[in-house]
């Protein structure tokens, strides 16, 4: 069954360090999506992104943030100068493809830790 | 009001017993409702999805009332491993394919 997978499992930064964040989405998804969940919290939507450009941001998706789908598969979370409030789990979700039930598709997350 | 809103528990029940957990949403608009299962610190799974009928999936019910903006998911025979956080999840009626996230609410089911 396809997945989606994310890399790195675990991040530890430093304040202020530039953070990448990666994930390969399921070949047929059209919409794919940037969600974060701080420990113990609820799960965040930050941006949606379509048709290779972003589709919709939360408030949360500040100037510190940006997406990309440089190549076609591989779909990408900056945060350029972290901060201690960005620790949290990231999860990259897809979904909307031909057979649309409306389910996301989620990765199993990446966890950035900023000290 | 929060877009979409859940009491967080914990609900603490016996095997076997039937738990019903309510959601509600604030944007009239919404189109589509889910219930999403996320195990500790696991990613979020989908459950079901929501029909304005109500469905049943094996021991899963659930419903959706739009008048009152509210949806309910129903566990019956509960099992040990149903422990879990259920997520509600409603789309954001924006023309795009934009969900939001209840709180989740916490169930352990105890031997």
């Known amino acids: 069954e396809p997945e989606v997978t994310q890399t790195p499992s675990h991040q530890v930064t430093q304040m202020g360090q530039e953070v990448i964040l990666r994930c390969v989405p399921i070949s047929n998804h059209l919409y794919f999506y940037w969600y974060r969940q701080i420990l113990g919290q609820k799960v965040e939507f930050l941006v949606s992104?379509?048709?290779?450009?972003?589709?919709?941001k939360s408030e949360i998706f500040d100037d510190q943030f940006s997406v990309e789908r440089p190549d076609g598969s591989n779909f990408t979370l900056k945060i350029r100068s972290t901060k201690l409030e960005d620790s949290a789990m990231y999860f990259c979700?897809?979904?909307?493809?031909?057979?649309?039930?409306?389910?996301?598709?989620f990765g199993e997350g990446s966890r950035l830790t900023v000290l | 009001r929060k877009e979409v809103e859940q009491d967080p528990g914990p609900f603490n029940v016996p095997e076997g017993a039937t738990v019903a957990f309510n959601c509600t949403y604030s944007?009239?608009?919404?189109?589509?409702f889910f219930w999403y299962r996320q195990d500790c610190r696991k990613e979020p799974k989908l459950l079901m999805s929501v029909y304005s009928s109500g469905n049943e999936d094996g021991r899963f019910t659930a419903q959706l009332n739009r008048a009152s903006q509210y949806i309910s998911l129903l566990i019956r025979d509960s099992k040990l491993s149903d422990s879990a956080t259920y997520l509600c999840?409603?789309?954001?009626?924006?023309?795009?394919?934009?969900?939001?996230f209840g709180t989740g609410t916490r169930l352990k089911v105890l031997a």
């Open positions: 992104f379509y048709n290779n450009e972003i589709s919709e």
């Open positions: 944007n009239s608009a919404s189109q589509s």
């Open positions: 999840v409603v789309n954001a009626p924006s023309g795009t394919y934009k969900y939001i």
């Open positions: 979700a897809g979904g909307g493809s031909g057979i649309d039930t409306g389910e996301l598709f």
